[in-house]
């Protein structure tokens, strides 16, 4: 009898426990949502080609103004995903897993201005330049969410690399009494393809990010994806993108349905 109320009370036990994580886990109904999202992104950059053209505003000239910095680019970004979540109650109403396709740039924009005044005569020299380089991709990531009125992010993106480009801008000034013609200025401009073989084809990224769901139509994130070494020789440059989203729920379906 005692070995019974032992064993009854054990399972009971059993039950109670298995009953508990049940309730906690939730059950396995997923959700399929497609999403659109859509927003501003700041390309940020380092490495030794950032540090080159930094260095450049370090040379120093006898009377002369020097003044530049390398600045981040500013776009446009937009994509899709499919999501699915994994259960509509409990644990598993927290997670859910994402494959989405997306437009992205990295590159910077670096300017430099030199300014110059002849002590003997009256002439002044200004030379203002700027080059903008941008890398074009297609995004592919690959995200775990936990969270629902707020919720983070976080996984690998493979990218595959479209094409990039350099344009040049520079502009020349002379003004004085003693100038030639009283002064003159030129502007010459640039722009080209940069060779493709100097680039990674498929660089690997990762994506961390966090956000809060508005309604169950609208929520915002913010993520920072994370580039790999993007030059193909030599890890001379890497970038991270900072985006701010607006992400749009088009549908959702439920799969046992």
């Known amino acids: 009898m005692k070995q019974k109320l032992i064993l009854c009370g054990a399972m009971t036990l059993f039950i109670l426990k298995h009953s508990t994580a049940q309730t906690s886990l939730g059950t396995f109904d997923p959700e399929i949502k497609a999403e659109v999202f859509m927003g501003g992104s700041a390309s940020f950059n380092s490495g030794k080609f950032i540090k080159d053209h930094k260095a450049f505003h370090e040379i120093n000239y006898a009377d002369a103004d020097i003044s530049g910095k390398v600045k981040p680019i500013i776009f446009f970004d937009a994509g899709v995903q499919g999501r699915m979540v994994a259960g509509q109650e409990g644990l598993l109403s927290q997670l859910s897993v994402s494959i989405g396709m997306f437009y992205s740039k990295s590159g910077f924009n670096h300017v430099y201005s030199y300014s110059s005044d002849n002590t003997s005569l009256d002439i002044t020299n200004k030379m203002d330049y700027a080059e903008k380089y941008v890398l074009h991709h297609i995004s592919v990531p690959i995200l775990i969410r936990y969270g629902k009125k707020w919720f983070v992010e ?18 020349r000034k002379t003004s004085g009494s003693d100038a ?27 994506i961390l990010g966090l956000g809060t769901t508005v309604n169950d139509r609208f929520s915002v994130r913010l993520t920072n994806h994370l580039f790999s070494k993007a030059f193909e020789k030599g890890n001379n440059f890497s970038s991270y993108n900072a985006q701010l989203e607006i992400m749009f729920n088009i549908f959702k379906t439920k799969i046992n349905d």
Do not use: N, Y
């Open 180 to 206: 030639f013609d009283g002064g003159f200025s030129t502007t010459e401009e640039d722009k080209q393809k940069l060779d493709k073989g100097m680039f990674k084809e498929h660089p690997v990224g990762f």
């Open 154 to 171: 976080a996984g690998p993106s493979i990218d595959h690399f479209i094409s990039a480009s350099r344009k040049q801008k520079l502009t």
